[in-house]
């Protein structure tokens, strides 16, 4: 997941390969709150790891639920069978509706019937969102349930701590125009109160997100609870209801997060070697609604095709065709046709959206602002949003796409990086898809390629000891890009060359066959870069480099032609979505000299020395600062002085010495450079 306050993706031109869904959100707190009703122990397997599942099985922890992972990597939920053993409790749930709106019916029902009282916050945004016609129903059943800052909006307190009989003998009232979340919360809660008789919801008005009503109903029956539809108006839970866990349940793959990659694979050209994007995970038997994107995408031009748990996306028509849907059974993953509208031959209108008003933020008026951003026409409603996408590709904008603590505006967002202009964009706070898909963009960018020149570099390069490794490491986190620490692939050279008993003293240097082998050597390494830490053959090598033996080495080795050109090819390897960090002594110069930063990081050889001698100190490893100085003089001048490649700035690069500078100066410096060279450098 990328933790940053913004992400850079550069423009993208193709997209093809395969795609693992995370377990739907729907799905996943549904199946957790009905294991931990149930009776006796389910294990959950394919769970959704997100922030709402995260807040969820928190929440059933605290109230008493035994919770265990399992050897084959699921879940086994304790269930309490219907039974209070926490009687009080004060849950805090975040941002996710998800868990906000079932937890408020089924402990608000076990706290009247059981004494209980409970109280169930979130973050400032849940406290902003509608629960008013929850509250009423669970008010007409008997339920002491109180708002505790204003009327109809968490946070809540359920239950005074006395029982209650329960008023069971009419029709309970919701309207179902405002989110079906409701109605999920007292479908999932009335069967812990239905023993001895029949209990009745009428549906007032219009029920909306349908599709949603029968995940919850196919769950339900999952766990034993059969409960009996009259139209969409009328849901009758029979009398002896009792929840039984199943013994074991899959989670399938979300379907609302599938939509990004079908839509991926309507707009990207298919990557040359692939047949475009397959999906797997959900499929064309999902018991989720938002399968139904699948119809809207084909109405777009995009040619889907599938099995039960499987699909497959190509680019059809192009540009893709604009519509004019009613979304009201796809509320969720209507947000991503507003992205594909974008991409298509005039007007989309998407209609019947009006939820989309009451979700994590105000969605169609987050999705109008962003798309104007961007260059496309906007015209919103109360419940409609219609897109009119830039007429000419030089009329697309660079866009930082804010994103509002919302998952999908993030997710949504990223597809513009196809746009025809070949322009980057930038999504702020990134994080935010930890709610449904905390992998969502490195998922994306291991199924997305682009030209090479279109991956931005900053390439840190200078002598030994100026701290390039650091500076380049802390850069590389705070834009999420990937590093390249070029001086331990020429340690890690030595490394290998020491343990495959190759020496790497300068006289047997010169020696053209041993020069070879040592190439040779190179060429084969395996290695892989995980933060800070780098494994070598699978092996963590990191404390091994550090020596200043392995120092040594990487310097003598480093002015081999032949390990020089092995090395070649692995460096560039690195460059890959979304950026890259190069960190070495000629990755300006040699390596990538497109790079559109170069810093040429120095200071003084006695304050370098001074420097690695501290550090030497702090490990507990004897050293003497005027070893250390003259060691690093030597190597100064072998390095700037050697045929292949010498040390010395790129003509391009931006000097940087950092000799009374600390280490978070020198990082806010670079990235003050970098700011300046994007497309954004007026945000």
Known sequence: MFAISHLDIPPLASAGGTVRLPGSKSISNRVLLLAALSVGHTDIADLLDSDDTQVMLK????????????????????????????????????????????????????????????????????????????????????????CLANEGYPPLKLGDGRTHALRLDQPIRVRGDVSSQFLTALLLALPLVAQERDIVIDVVGELISRPYIEI???????????VRRDGWQRFTIHAGSRYQSPGRIAVEGDASSASYFIALGALAPATPGTDGITIEGVGLSSIQGDIRFVEAARLMGAKVSGEANRLH??????????VDLDCNHIPDAAMTLAAMALYADGTTTLRNIASWRVKETDRIAAMAKECRKLGATVEEGEDFIRITPPARPQDWRAASIHTYDDHRVAMCFSLAAFNPAKLPVRIEDPKCV?????????????????????IPVICVDGPTASGKGTLSAEVAEQLGYHLLDSGVLYRLVGLAAERAGLSTAEPDL??????????????????????????????????????????????????????????????????????????GRDMGTVIFPDAPLK????????????????????????????????????????????THAPLKPAEDALELDNSGMDIEQSVQQVLNWWQGKTAFSGN
């Open 599 to 642: 810093v040429f990081l120095t200071a003084s050889a006695e304050q370098r020395a001074a420097r690695r001698h501290k550090q030497l100190i702090s490990k507990g490893i004897a050293a003497n600062i005027d070893s250390l100085l003259a060691d690093l003089k030597a190597r100064d001048l072998r390095d700037t002085s050697r």
């Open 434 to 454: 930890a709610k449904t898909f905390p992998d969502y963009f490195e998922t994306l960018f291991q199924v997305c390629t682009t030209p090479r020149e279109h």
């Open 216 to 226: 919850t109903l196919n769950l339900l029956e999952r766990f034993g609870v059969a």
């Open 313 to 322: 996306i190509q680019r059809g028509a192009w540009p893709l065709k604009a």
């Open 510 to 583: 010169k020696d053209p066959g041993h020069a070879r082998r040592l190439g040779e050597l190179a060429a084969g390494l395996q290695v892989r870069f995980e933060g800070l830490r780098t494994l070598f053959e699978g092996q963590d090598v990191t404390d091994d480099l550090r020596s200043e033996t392995a120092g040594m080495a990487a310097s003598r080795v480093s002015s081999v032609p032949a390990v020089r050109e092995a090395l070649l090819g692995l460096q560039h390897a690195f460059r890959q979505l979304p950026g890259l960090v190069a960190d």
């Open 59 to 146: 929440a059933l922890a605290e109230l008493g639920c035994r919770i265990e992972p399992q050897p084959d990597g699921a879940l086994r939920v304790h269930g309490l069978g219907g039974a209070l053993p926490v009687p009080q409790a004060k849950l805090f749930l975040g941002n996710a509706g998800t868990a906000m709106r079932p937890l408020t019916a089924s402990l608000a029902l076990l706290a009247t019937r059981h004494g209980g009282t409970f109280e169930l916050s979130g973050v400032p945004r849940m406290h902003e969102r509608p629960i008013g016609d929850l509250v009423d129903a669970l008010r007409q059943l008997g339920c002491p349930v109180a």
